[in-house]
């Protein structure tokens, strides 16, 4: 953002101390490419030389200053590590008192970025070739369907968008009334993220239409994917429209506040699930300390993000994305729906919801649930190992040692499962281990509502033994909690 205040964009040209002598124009780029791509391969196409965008050279060179490759750390970049800090004072200063403050800041920073949306939107769709990039956008190739890749990206994507399996949305549901439909909710935010995605595509592509029609291209020759899209790509397009400072700064506003809306749920689930688990053994002691556990959180993410802000962090954060982000959700997502849909059960399971929401989830649901989705999930990560492919940066390949930290990293978060499921069977009660299995995959004596009067409704029987319920506390509208007192041991 701060780049975007200059009076001349620095990422526009080739004269400035960080371009290289294969620096070249949009136009220069992509005229290179297609001539490589047409012409017979000779000695003269073959030995042609590599130009490169003056947006890529600023984002590797100038704030990245891109090392040679993972065994190449580098240096810490101050200016990444000023922004880094000013993040975290951000995020912190936010979370300060939970949910309180957050879920106040949440109401600008989850609706301004429709608004920048929808500015950008409209000066897209007004510029000249805007409407070959919406073509190009919603015109589908039914061969990708075919492309693991493609699917293994999309999977990742709502793993992200959704926090499944990241424990982001039982974060936040957890601040809601017992009675609250979450299950209409959760309908509602995975509808309204398709439609923010799809969105957001006819927003980025309108503009990349104008870029390819300003070079001359066709509209595939400017699309890139990943970082280089947010950073490189779309920056040069809007450097091209008039006034290109208020776009620019628009457009990196705008993912800022984005990247605060995601970082809000991820940080709030670390921080409640640490003071849940410190109140559930000390009660009382820790709750009032909130705010330390939130600042000393704080300075250690903060720290650990410094090495992702050294000459070489991009490739420890292509490492974490294609390992440790893009294997560890699927795969606790297909434990998830295992343990709760067949180990714990489908019929509890879909009565507890009921008592929360009043009435039974529809059949449809249950079926994806309880097949659809482990299904498809467990698919997607089979074949992912079948036809596996290494991480890639740009031209960079990433050596076999690199490749064993990238998995490493991966099976660290996975391989909690089991390491608490043993410690767990363990402090059991059994004449064999099976047997402390067995007693550790059974509901805990207060496993349940936390308020009497809501576990009375739900069908389990209340914490206190001198609880006297309400009239009609035992009825729910549209449904009849069924008590199956074989669970709740």
Not at 261 to 266: A, C, I, L, R
Not at 439 to 459: F, I, L, Y
Not at 475 to 485: D, F, K, M
Request: proline share 6%; charged share 15%.
């Amino acid at each position: 953002m701060y780049a975007s205040m200059w009076k001349t964009l620095p990422w526009i040209g080739c004269n400035n101390t960080w371009n290289t002598d294969q620096c070249g124009s949009i136009k220069e780029l992509l005229a290179n490419v297609t001539n490589v791509t047409d012409a017979p391969i000779t000695e003269a196409t073959t030995m042609a030389p590599k130009v490169v965008r003056a947006s890529e050279e600023f984002f590797s060179h100038k704030v990245l200053g891109i090392s040679d490759g993972l065994h190449d750390l580098g240096s810490v970049r101050l200016e990444l590590l000023l922004c880094l800090f000013i993040a975290w004072v951000v995020v912190y200063l936010c979370l300060i008192r939970g949910i309180h403050s957050s879920g106040k800041v949440v109401y600008f920073t989850a609706t301004f970025p429709f608004v920048l949306l929808f500015i950008l939107f409209i000066r897209g769709v007004t510029l000249p070739g805007a409407i070959d990039g919406i073509i190009f956008f919603i015109k589908p190739d039914f061969a990708k369907l075919g492309d693991l890749k493609v699917w293994r990206a999309a999977a990742n994507q709502v793993f992200y968008s959704f926090a499944a399996a990241w424990g982001g949305m039982l974060t936040l549901a957890s601040y809601n009334k017992f009675n609250k439909d979450i299950l209409r909710s959760g309908i509602n935010i995975v509808i309204s993220g398709c439609c923010t995605s799809l969105f957001s595509g006819f927003v980025v592509f309108s503009i990349l239409g104008f870029m390819a029609q300003d070079a001359g291209v066709p509209v595939e020759k400017v699309v890139e994917s990943g970082p280089g899209l947010a950073f490189i790509v779309y920056p040069e397009a809007v450097s091209l429209m008039p006034c290109p400072q208020l776009w620019a700064f628009l457009f990196f506003f705008m993912l800022f506040i984005v990247g605060l809306d995601s970082e809000f749920v991820m940080f709030e689930t670390v921080i409640t699930s640490v003071v849940d688990e410190l109140e559930y053994h000390y009660p009382g002691r820790f709750m009032r300390y909130k705010d330390r556990i939130t600042f000393a959180t704080c300075v250690i993410s903060f720290f650990l993000g410094i090495p992702f802000i050294m000459e070489g962090g991009v490739y420890l954060m292509t490492l974490f994305d294609w390992y440790s982000a893009g294997v560890s959700p699927m795969v606790l997502g297909v434990f998830e729906c295992y343990i709760i849909c067949w180990l714990y059960g489908m019929d509890r399971f879909k009565n507890d919801v009921a008592a929360m929401i009043g009435y039974m989830p529809w059949m449809p649901l249950q079926i994806c649930w309880k097949f659809v989705t482990p299904l498809i999930t467990m698919g997607i990560l089979i074949l992912s190992f079948v036809f596996y492919s290494p991480a890639v940066y740009g031209d960079y390949t990433f050596p076999p040692w690199a490749e064993g930290l990238g998995w490493f990293l991966a099976l660290v978060s996975v391989a909690v499962i089991p390491v608490v499921g043993v410690i767990v069977a363990y402090q059991q009660k059994g004449n064999s281990f099976w047997e402390r299995v067995v007693m550790a995959s059974k509901p805990a004596h207060d496993w349940g509502p936390a308020k009497d009067e809501d576990r009375v409704r739900a069908g389990y029987p209340p914490l206190n033994p001198d609880f006297v319920p309400e009239v009609n506390s035992y009825s729910s509208p549209g449904y009849t909690p069924v008590l199956t007192t074989d669970s709740k041991v």
